[in-house]
């Protein structure tokens, strides 16, 4: 019974763990956790083109959600830089940005991310995410990060550069106006980029992006820069997040979806990503398909009470765990805090310059360029150096949600690329082995029987696969091998047009005098076969439990002058060719 239940309120298999222990350690967590996300929520919001109090609100509410009906001990989940521009570039084409028309589509687009994300979740689809390279995401970050900062760039030199233009004539225009610098803006920006920098170099478990913002709005009270050109944010609306609707229209609806649907992917690939990264370290095992879930849920939820698209936070969740959080609790106590943070410095903002704001922002895409692992991609890797290249370039200069489109294709292409044309090997004994154990003959450089082939298949025996094997049986057949043994041990898989396709080959090599055989092979594979009665078709004596039983029987079959006239003695049985060359 309570297996059943945890399937629809998954926080039931974790909660009989909280103790007075565990709750004081999710404190202090997500203490922590409050006052590094206030200033991330607003900056993000500001991204997304957004009041700066819808990030707080989607703060508060999406990783509550996300953590009761995830499935991650850790993650922290919530407004993100990615999502955050992504929502910007969808809705700009339609309506400006911070209207209220804006906001309320920005609401309809959180809905229909969450619903598509559940619909995955619901249809146990969490495995999905393995198909699509960690170079996606990678390369997505990095674009949207100059995209980020490009867009920032107009608030921390004054530049009045119209909103939604894009990346090349954002640049245009700021060239042309670089004459037209405020000196004051550009001081308060200055100040806040040294200090957050300095504090995260010196202190880095300080919350460096608060203290920045901070140190701008009292650089911008000594200089007076109101007078002089300096804008502040305003003051952000105390108390609860206030209950929404977003907007349900068919015409709404469709003009949306495509965009929620890129969204919804780059939220799951996110999510599941940093939640298995972080997993990686606490030892947890995450269910994809049950954060599908919880991220669908907490979009969902989160539209309902004024909050945007969120998604998985690598910074806040790897904070977290670093900070002591035992449970998912944790992030509930963060957004408690958020709340109270809120209720009692919500008129501060109005001191908060823009400069500075921007200036914090411009950190927020700093820190979301992975330099490290840009530079692993490029040295390791020509096929996952293509994703990056692509994802990135895509997302600089082509729409936001195609480029999620063309990265996550060109990871599933590559994928399937791969697995077409699977590993395979060639194997024999090696005489220096004691057991005569069969090895790589090109990387142990090793003798070969000239009449029976023994070959590894290191993949499944699928659709795609079956030109690249087939080509390979007929190569051999065509080099003279009339006897091909296989060993089955790594084929995890074979579908229908797989058996098909062994029959068929296992009938070719029998009518050129020989035979296909196989050895080793899986449960699995051995009862697919049976079912589609290639077993029956392809005879019961081409399949042995082991290599030695394989050799031996297939051994039996060979031509026996030439076993007599071959030099090498590759098989135990060659032995049995006494000197005399006559079989005893």
């Not at 015409?251 to 780059?266: N, R």
Request: hydrophobic share 45%; glycine share 8%; net charge neutral.
């Amino acid at each position: 019974m309570n297996t059943f239940w945890q399937l629809f309120f998954p926080f039931l298999g974790w909660l009989p763990s909280v103790n007075k222990d565990s709750i004081r350690a999710d404190l202090m967590a997500g203490l922590t956790g409050a006052v590094i996300v206030l200033p991330q929520g607003i900056a993000y919001a500001s991204i997304a083109g957004l009041p700066p109090q819808y990030g707080l609100y989607t703060s508060m509410i999406t990783p509550v959600i996300a953590a009761l009906f995830g499935s991650s001990l850790h993650l922290i989940s919530g407004p993100t830089a990615a999502i955050s521009i992504v929502v910007f570039s969808a809705l700009s084409h339609h309506v400006e940005a911070g209207t209220p028309e804006f906001i309320g589509l920005a609401l309809t687009l959180t809905f229909l991310a969450g619903v598509f994300q559940l619909l995955f979740g619901i249809a146990r689809l969490g495995s999905l995410v393995n198909f699509v390279s960690h170079t996606v995401v990678v390369g997505f970050t990095t674009g949207a990060a100059i995209l980020i900062a490009t867009s920032q760039l107009k608030y921390v030199l004054g530049f009045h550069i119209p909103r939604g233009e894009s990346f090349i004539h954002t640049w245009m225009d700021m060239f042309q106006q670089i004459g037209e610098i405020n000196y004051y803006i550009l001081t308060v920006a200055l100040v806040t980029l040294a200090t957050g920098l300095t504090v995260k170099k010196f202190f880095p478990r300080m919350p460096y992006l608060l203290i920045g913002m901070i140190a701008g709005g009292l650089a911008n009270i000594l200089i007076n820069g109101e007078t002089k050109g300096v804008e502040v944010v305003g003051a952000i609306p105390r108390g609860l997040p206030p209950i929404s609707s977003p907007e349900f229209s068919f015409e709404t609806l469709k003009m949306l979806a495509p965009e929620a649907f890129a969204i919804a992917l780059l939220g799951l690939v996110e999510a599941v990503s940093i939640a298995r990264s972080v997993a990686a370290k606490s030892k947890q095992q995450i269910d994809g398909s049950q954060e599908f879930i919880g991220q669908g849920m907490s979009n969902i939820v989160g539209s309902f009470f004024s909050s945007y698209a969120g998604s998985g936070s690598f910074t806040r969740s790897g904070i977290n765990y670093d900070s002591g959080a035992k449970s998912p609790m944790s992030a509930i106590f963060a957004s408690f805090f958020l709340l109270l943070i809120v209720l009692l410095i919500a008129p501060v903002t109005a001191y908060l310059p823009i400069a500075s704001m921007g200036a914090s922002i411009l950190l927020v895409a700093y820190n979301l360029i992975d330099v490290k692992h840009i530079k692993e991609i490029l040295r390791l890797s020509k096929s996952e150096t293509a994703i990056l290249l692509t994802t990135f370039f895509a997302t600089l200069f082509l729409e936001l949600e195609f480029a999620i489109y063309m990265g996550v294709l060109l990871s599933l292409m590559l994928f399937l690329n791969r697995t077409s044309n699977p590993q395979i090997v060639s194997l024999a004994p090696n005489p220096k082995s004691l057991t005569r154990s069969l090895q790589d003959v090109a990387e142990k450089n090793l003798d070969e029987c000239p009449q029976l082939k023994i070959i590894r298949i290191d993949m499944s025996i699928y659709f795609g696969s079956l030109t690249a094997i087939q080509k390979e049986l007929h190569k051999l057949t065509k080099a003279g091998y009339r006897y091909i043994l296989v060993d089955a041990g790594g084929i995890n898989f074979i579908d229908i047009a797989g058996s098909e396709m062994l029959e068929q080959e296992a009938q070719r090599i029998e009518e050129l005098g020989g035979g296909l055989y196989f050895y080793h092979i899986k449960d699995s594979v051995f009862k697919h076969l049976l079912r589609s009665d290639a077993f029956e078709h392809i005879g019961d004596y081409h399949f042995f439990p082991s290599k030695k039983s394989g050799i031996q029987w297939v051994f039996t079959q060979l031509d026996e002058d030439q076993c007599i006239k071959c030099p090498k003695r590759i098989f135990k049985e060659c032995s049995t060719v006494d000197r005399d060359n006559t079989p005893n």
